[in-house]
């Protein structure tokens, strides 16, 4: 089974691919950690589009996988080979406290996490507002070749997860 989950800043991303993980036996991989150069000494690092793309390419070769983040340009591939995609389209409102409430987790130390300051989290918080408006539909219309595989939610109370990752 290959899963993609894509959605916007504190959508939920990175919850559901745990939860997913956990209940179908399937790695799970952040596309954060082949984007940012994690061991850079400083926040904001980009690695070499060449290495994070050989990294995709080494985990797209794996015959089980749970991809997520917030990428879409660069990772069609996944999209070609995912069984299913799951596009978290949740309110920007909600996002944001999740973002603000992560922040907050992460400086008291009750969550792991990359060291982040108020500007990054004010950069973040309006990068949010960029990705409802501009990403979501780029990303919707890139994804309209997949709507027999792409599973939309909208309403972080649906739980959708059967249709992911349907119990043997």
């Known amino acids: ?4 989950i894509i959605g916007g800043p504190g959508s939920g991303k990175s919850r559901l691919a745990k939860e997913l993980s956990k209940q179908c036996g399937i790695p799970h991989y952040d596309l954060d950690d082949l984007f940012w150069e994690n061991d ?8 070499d589009p060449r290495e994070r793309d050989a990294l995709l390419g080494q985990i797209l070769r794996e015959k089980d996988w749970i991809i997520e983040g917030v990428y879409y340009a660069w990772c069609t591939q996944c999209f070609e080979d995912a069984d299913r995609i799951c596009l978290l389209s949740i309110p920007a409102g909600l996002c944001k406290r999740r973002i603000v409430r992560r922040f907050i987790r992460r400086k008291r130390g009750r969550e792991k996490g990359k060291k982040e300051t108020l500007r990054d989290l004010a950069a973040l918080l309006k990068w949010t507002d960029r990705y409802q408006k501009k990403n979501l539909p780029e990303i ?6 997949y709507a027999d595989k792409t599973t939309v939610i909208s309403d972080p109370t649906d739980d959708e997860r059967e249709t992911l990752c349907p119990k043997e």
């Open 40 to 47: 850079a000494g400083r926040y904001g690092t980009k690695r």
């Open 140 to 145: 919707r219309e890139l994804l309209a070749p």
């Open 1 to 4: 089974m290959k899963i993609h």
